[in-house]
């Protein structure tokens, strides 16, 4: 039987660390908030904003909201953004995607000052990663890095075969785990034989977007197995793009959906603005 990978117990552990590293940098006056902004009342965004605000919160870090309506200019969104930049308490500027469809989120992604880009997706964050230099990590592939290692996942050397190459999972997790020393095999849509490919990996994360996807022909024996997927399936339970029954009784670890790879997002969030407090 695979060895549960639980998110929910290793993200409550960093935030309790965050939490202390907070206290300690308030005592000596360094303090800062997270401006997250929201356009519209998507309520998925809603929730997940919902839950950053309280993530804040539990840390000791303020959280200053901005909800604005859905019909807001892009210009008034980078009106916002400018003096976020200029406000030196502010030191995490958040903007919660999707976007309305007149806004760029690619021009947006860029106003932010990458000194306050708590997310990691501003180009010079991604282009610091990928050398290597200091700078805030995309959160939820270094989530991914800290339920493995926290998990006791040894990572040099392996073999790991991601499913997908989005900009904010597939991507930068490829250069993470290349980072921690793993051989990385990146797929996609047009990728041929994807099975074969994954019963190769020694640690498969799977970031595609397909609910339920990946079954048991996907997956070495012994493998470790990240989903990343959420959705909601037909009776509105939370599953992600593995089939957890048919991938458990083959694999050597495994995260589950709700409770693996959702609660790091937050908590390696909060880590980045912690850092940004830090670095002042
Ligand atoms: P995305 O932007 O839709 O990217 C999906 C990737 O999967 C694309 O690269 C796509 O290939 C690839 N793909 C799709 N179908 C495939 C197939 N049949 N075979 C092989 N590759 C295939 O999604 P994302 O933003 O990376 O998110 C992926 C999943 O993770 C979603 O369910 C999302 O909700 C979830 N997510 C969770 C968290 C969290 O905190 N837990 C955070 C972010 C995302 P192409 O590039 O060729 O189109």
Sequence with gaps: MAKLIDGKKISQQIKDELKEKAAALNAQGRTG?????????????SVYVRNKKNACAYIGIESLAYELPE???????LKLIAELNEKTEVKGILVQLPLPAHICEDKVIQAISPSKDVDGFHPQSVGAMTIGEPGFLSCTPAGIIQLLKRSGVEI????????????????????????????????????????????????LIVAM???RFIGAEYIKEGAVVVDVGIHRDENNKLCGDVKFEEAEPAASAITPVPGGVGPMTIAMLMSN????????
Aim: charged residues 25%; aromatic residues 0%; hydrophobic residues 40%.
């Design 209 to 211: 977007g397909k609910p």
């Design 33 to 45: 908030a997270l401006a997250v902004i929201q356009v519209g009342a998507d309520p998925a965004s």
């Design 156 to 203: 040099a050397g392996k073999h790991c075969v991601i499913i997908g190459r989005s900009n904010i999972v597939g991507k930068p997790m490829a250069l993470l785990m290349l980072r921690e020393n793993a051989t990385v095999t990146v797929t996609h849509s047009k990728t041929r034989n994807l099975p074969e490919i994954c019963r190769q990996a020694d640690i």
């Design 71 to 77: 019909e807001t200019t892009e210009e008034e969104l």
């Design 273 to 280: 603005c912690v850092q940004s407090i830090e670095e002042g």
